[in-house]
Nanobody, 124 residues
């Protein structure tokens, strides 16, 4: 059974930084999966945040976070990260990681495995 487990969520002040992690149980196959981050805010639809290719060479971000968020991965640790900087109130959401075999994707349909999410709250 494939598992994705997010961690590192919590409360952060506006303008601050937070790094969330996603540990995958893909084993040696982790390096075959493109990984993505999505977020779901209360009362809103789930939206794409960032994605990273299998070797971490290619990344792509939603316009709203480009330049402030950084996605990275450590294939030796089967882990993908999302470093969020200069955070704003509208970054408050549940953050989910996802894994897919079809290359990087900005849509949820491009991923087949999903974690349970981690809550990130930005306060004043």
């Amino acid at each position: 059974q494939v598992l994705l487990v997010e961690s590192g969520g919590g409360l952060v002040q506006a303008g601050g930084s937070l790094r969330v992690s996603c540990a995958a149980s893909f084993g040696r196959s982790f390096s075959l999966f493109a990984m993505g981050w999505f977020r779901h805010a209360l009362g809103k639809e789930r939206v794409f945040v960032a994605t990273i290719s299998v070797r971490g060479v290619t990344t792509y971000y939603a316009n709203s976070v480009n330049g402030r968020f950084t996605v990275s991965r450590d294939n030796a640790k089967n882990t993908v990260y999302l470093l969020m900087s200069s955070m704003t109130f509208d970054n408050t959401a549940y953050y989910y990681c996802a894994g897919g075999r079809g290359g990087i994707s900005v849509v949820a349909e491009g991923y087949i495995y999903w974690g349970q999410g981690t809550q990130v709250t930005v306060s004043s």
